[in-house]
C-alpha cells in the first residue's frame, strides 16, 4: 500500500490506532492528521486539575520521540476539507491533496451549541479542547460567579473542581435530576447530596431564558422562571454531536455518528471509523449505539488496526466508563439500560455499588469509591459470567469464589 494508512483525528483513538498499527506489524506508511496545533494529550484532566492548577501542563498521549521511533508521520494542525473515497483522497484545507490506501476516521465529537440570546458574549465556553481548558482557568481565576449549563459529567466534574477552588458555582439542568440516562437515580441523588454539601448550588427541572452581559462580556444568567444568576463566567455543558461532516459528505452512512461494522468499516470498507464519531450494534446489548469514553476509543482503535491488517476479528469489548467529580470517583462497566432490577452493595451515604439486573443477567454496574466492585465486574462481563442477585448480596467474597468457579469448569477451560 504505497499511500499506506492516513487517520483523520489525533485524539485518544487517532493516536492508538497510530501506535497498533506498528504494534501489529504494519510497515507502510502511517499518517496521523490532527487539527490543533499541539502534542496530542489526555482530554480527561482538562476538567480537572488542569484548570484548577495555573502551572498543569497537558499530559501528552505518547512523547515525541514515538511519533519518530514509530515512523508515524504527525500533522499539526491540519484540517480536511473533503474525501474523494473514488480517488483514495483527502482535499486538505488551505490547498493540497493527500491520498491514502486506508482511511480511519477518529474525528471525535464537539460541544452542542446552545442557541440563547447572549450566548456570544465573551466569557461563554465549552470545555473539549487544551484551548478551551486554558481559557476557562484564566477566566476562572478573574471570576467570583461561574453558572454551569447542564448536569452531566462534564458540568460537575468542573463545578466541584471551580468550587474548591473557592467560585461560587451555580449548576443549572433542564430536567429533573442530574447525570440524565447516565447513572441511576440513587447515583445522582447522592452526587448531588455531596455536592450541595461543598456549596454548589444546583438547580434542577430550570432552563436558561437567556444570559446578560455588561461591554460584551457575560455577567448573568435569567432563569425560565425568571431568577437572575450573576456570573462572570457561563460554561455550556449540555452534551456533545459526533463529527459526521467528512463522512456524510464523501457519501458514508451515518445514524447517529458514522455508522460501522463489527470489524470498525464503514459503508465503504477502505474507510474505518473509531471513538467518538463511530456507532455501531453493539455486542452485549444488541442495540445501536455511540460511546464517549476512553476505553471505547482505544480499544475500536487497536481492533481497526487488526483490520487493517487483514483481521477478521469482531469488536467485543467490555464497555467502562470513570468521572472523578470531587472527591467521588464514579466507575460504571456494562450497559445498564433495559435493567428491571438491581442490588445494592455498601452503604448509599459513602461508598455503594448497584448491580444492574435484567431479569437474571448482570447488565452493569455502578460504582461510587469502590473500585474493588468495577474492577471484579469487568471480570465477570468479560468473562461472561453472570452472578445471581443473592450472590451479589452475599458480598465481594462469595462473588470472586463463583467468577473462579465459574472459569475453572473442565468445558470452560478446555473451550
Do not use: C
Request: hydrophobic share 45%.
Amino acid at each position: 500500500m504505497k499511500n499506506g494508512v492516513v487517520i483523520v483525528g489525533a485524539g485518544h483513538a487517532g493516536v492508538q490506532a497510530a501506535a497498533s498499527l506498528r504494534e501489529e506489524g504494519y510497515d507502510g506508511p502511517v499518517i496521523l492528521i490532527g487539527d490543533e496545533n499541539e502534542l496530542p494529550y489526555h482530554k480527561p484532566p482538562l476538567s480537572k486539575t488542569f484548570i484548577k492548577d495555573q502551572d498543569a501542563k497537558p499530559q501528552p498521549l505518547r512523547g515525541e520521540a514515538f511519533y519518530t521511533g514509530s515512523a508515524v508521520d504527525y500533522r499539526p494542525g491540519v484540517r480536511i476539507d473533503a474525501i474523494d473515497a473514488d480517488a483514495r483522497r483527502l482535499e486538505i484545507s488551505g490547498g493540497g491533496a493527500l491520498g491514502f490506501d486506508r482511511l480511519i476516521l477518529a474525528t471525535g465529537s464537539r460541544p452542542r451549541i446552545l442557541k440563547l440570546p447572549g450566548s456570544e458574549l465573551a466569557g461563554v465556553l465549552s470545555l473539549r479542547s487544551i484551548a478551551d481548558a486554558r481559557l476557562i482557568r484564566e477566566l476562572s481565576s478573574q471570576s467570583e460567579d461561574v453558572v454551569i449549563l447542564g448536569g452531566g459529567f462534564i458540568g460537575l466534574e468542573i463545578a466541584a473542581t471551580l468550587r474548591a477552588a473557592g467560585r461560587k458555582i451555580t449548576v443549572v439542568e433542564a430536567v429533573d435530576r442530574l447525570l440524565g440516562r447516565a447513572v441511576a437515580p440513587v447515583i445522582a441523588s447522592h452526587v448531588r447530596q455531596r455536592l450541595e454539601a461543598t456549596g454548589v448550588r444546583i438547580l434542577t427541572g430550570t432552563t436558561i431564558d437567556r444570559l446578560e452581559g455588561e461591554d460584551g462580556h457575560v455577567s448573568g444568567a435569567v432563569t425560565s422562571d425568571g431568577e437572575r444568576l450573576p456570573a462572570q463566567m457561563v460554561i455550556i455543558g449540555i452534551g456533545v454531536v459526533p463529527n459526521v461532516e467528512l463522512a456524510e459528505a464523501a457519501g458514508i452512512a451515518t445514524a447517529n455518528g458514522i455508522r460501522v461494522d463489527q470489524q470498525m468499516r464503514s459503508s465503504m470498507p477502505e474507510i474505518l471509523a473509531i471513538g467518538d464519531a463511530a456507532s455501531y450494534r453493539h455486542w452485549f446489548t444488541g442495540a445501536d449505539v455511540r460511546l464517549e469514553s476512553v476505553q471505547n476509543a482505544t480499544d475500536q482503535a487497536r481492533l481497526a488496526a487488526r483490520t487493517v491488517l487483514g483481521h477478521a476479528d469482531a469488536y467485543s469489548a467490555v464497555p467502562w466508563f470513570w468521572s472523578d467529580i470531587g472527591d467521588m470517583k464514579l466507575q460504571m462497566v456494562g450497559l445498564t439500560s433495559g435493567g428491571d432490577s438491581h442490588v445494592v452493595l455498601g452503604d448509599i451515604n459513602d461508598k455503594f455499588s448497584i448491580y444492574h439486573y435484567a431479569a437474571n443477567r448482570l447488565l452493569g454496574i455502578e460504582s461510587v469509591n469502590r473500585p474493588g466492585d468495577h474492577m471484579l465486574g469487568r471480570k465477570m462481563l468479560g468473562a461472561g459470567f453472570s452472578p445471581t442477585p443473592q450472590t451479589v448480596a452475599a458480598g465481594p467474597d462469595g462473588l470472586k469464589a463463583a467468577l473462579a468457579a465459574f472459569q475453572a469448569e473442565p468445558a470452560r477451560a478446555a473451550g
